[in-house]
């Protein structure tokens, strides 16, 4: 996302996708599979399979991080995963938990539960698809950068908070929710520090960092994959006294079951307002993600079709057992960078986490918990965008321009940790608004210019 946004910072007209006649709904695998032959496949297969790998620890994480269990991440990633491939408008878009959701799927299930949460995912699906067949997939990514910047920022540190425990093995009962009550609770507690947690997961996040430096094979094998395997090994082999994820939940070695979700928790409005929140902030991750990929391949996606396929990834996702899921931009681009081409990589790799789920259990619950706060806190670092935090200050535009940027970046970034998603979207939102109407009023002439 961050390499996306310093693109379109610099230049938003450069960067509008020049749109196709699509229709209303026209998936991208109807297309790829005339003439597809078999160097395609044995590529999209190859691909798959590494962002399979890349999913997997990803996706155990990121459910934890959300509040829910590891079987959730893994059912989201193999149900939304393969259906949003194979309805989608990208060829190469990969769907799935991604940590943007995270607070705010933890929030819902801490006010209503996987009940409540299932049924605002299943009704976020069915709003994403109203906006596909509106045809307004051309519009939502169009969310001011500053305000994406801010809530991204915000969200990254709010993960980077919710593993603090993890990461110190501090013991305490507690289940804060909020971001700054996370933050006291470690504070009230460090002394409870485990020394060897912390070593333990200091050593994996290393091990994140270096690995990529690595000549030759840093760059194929996904860093979070080997500091998983290491940890695996060093609680199998060495016998560390840590925690896992086996000794705190329960993993079963069997294919996501359908569920028919409650759907009497919307009668809740906070329980509706969740569904259109989810809604909005999928669609306008996916589209983003969409737009990365069509950089990098120099194809087009069909923006309506993504949504559509969005909202039926969300809807299978939630009557799967699964937590609301999006299009993700690092698996998407790994996905580019290891060969594929069609929408049969991201079917293939939703296929490969389902056979790791039937026959890899007792290996993942080897999985230490310091590994897991690891690798979210490498993903908070890599969604926290400072880079991006730095472009929006240091960049020379207007005056009144830069003050505006500023403000809502900060403004959506704070109240983002202090309150909520929520808030943070609508305050920067209105921030940007209200100031249209004044330079309106005062007669301005280059409104799209400056508020593009």
Same mark, same amino acid.
């Given at each position: ?8 910072s ?9 749109m ?8 991208? =695998? ?21 962002v ?21 991440? =893994? ?7 393969? &259906? ?22 933890a ?31 051309k ?14 920022g ?35 507690h460090?002394?409870s520090t485990?020394?060897s ?25 996904p ?11 060093a ?29 009497r ?72 960078k ?22 890899? &259990? ?8 310091? &590994? ?29 321009k830069?003050?505006?940027n ?25 921030i ?21």
């Amino acid at each position: 996302m961050n390499r996306f946004l310093e693109v379109s910072s610099m230049n938003a007209e450069a960067n509008e996708t020049v749109m196709v006649n699509e229709g209303v709904f026209r998936p991208k =695998l109807l297309e790829c599979l005339k003439g597809y032959g078999f160097s395609q496949l044995t590529g999209d297969l190859i691909a798959g399979l590494i962002v399979a790998i890349i999913a997997l620890p990803l996706s155990i994480a990121l459910a934890l991080a959300s509040g829910a269990g590891p079987e959730e991440g =893994l059912y989201t990633a193999i149900a939304a995963g393969f &259906v949003v491939s194979a309805f989608g408008g990208c060829k190469v878009q990969i769907a799935g938990p991604t940590a943007a959701f995270a607070t705010i799927v933890a929030g819902i299930i801490a006010r209503n539960g996987m009940a409540g949460l299932a049924a605002s995912a299943f009704a976020a699906g069915l709003i994403i698809i109203v906006l596909g067949l509106f045809k307004l997939g051309k519009h939502i990514h169009k969310m001011p950068y500053p305000i994406v910047v801010g809530f991204t920022g915000g969200i990254a540190i709010s993960i980077l908070f919710g593993q603090l425990k993890d990461f110190f093995g501090l013991a305490y009962s507690e289940k804060p929710v909020e971001t700054l009550d996370k933050l006291l609770c470690f504070f009230k507690h460090i002394g409870s520090t485990d020394s060897s947690t912390l070593v333990f997961a200091s050593a994996a996040l290393a091990v994140i960092f270096i690995w990529p430096l690595v000549p030759r094979i840093g760059k194929r094998i996904p860093a979070a994959f080997i500091a998983v395997v290491l940890g695996i090994i060093a609680v199998s082999v060495f016998k560390a006294d840590v925690k896992t994820i086996g000794g705190l939940y329960v993993i079963r070695p069997q294919a996501p079951r359908f569920i028919v979700p409650d759907f009497r928790p919307l009668l809740d409005f906070t329980v509706l307002s969740d569904a259109v929140v989810i809604a909005l902030l999928a669609s306008v991750e996916s589209l983003l993600s969409a737009k990365v990929a069509d950089e990098m391949t120099g194809d087009r996606h069909y923006p309506n079709t993504e949504l559509i396929a969005q909202g039926l990834g969300n809807m299978a996702s939630a009557v799967f057992g699964g937590i609301p899921a999006t299009g993700a931009i690092a698996r998407t681009a790994a996905n580019i960078k290891n060969g594929g081409k069609t929408p049969i990589a991201g079917m293939f790799h939703a296929i490969a986490l389902l056979l790791s789920l039937l026959f890899l &259990v007792p290996c993942m619950s080897l999985i230490p918990m310091p &590994v897991i706060a690891a690798i979210l806190f490498s993903v908070a670092y890599n969604m926290s965008g400072w880079r991006n935090f730095r472009n929006i200050i240091t960049e020379r535009v207007a005056k009144d321009k830069k003050i505006l940027n500023i403000v809502e970046l900060f403004a959506t970034f704070i109240l983002t940790i202090c309150f909520d998603l929520i808030v943070a979207i609508i305050a920067g939102i209105s921030i940007h608004v209200v100031a249209y109407l004044l330079h309106f009023r005062k007669g301005k002439q280059n409104l799209r210019k400056l508020f593009q």
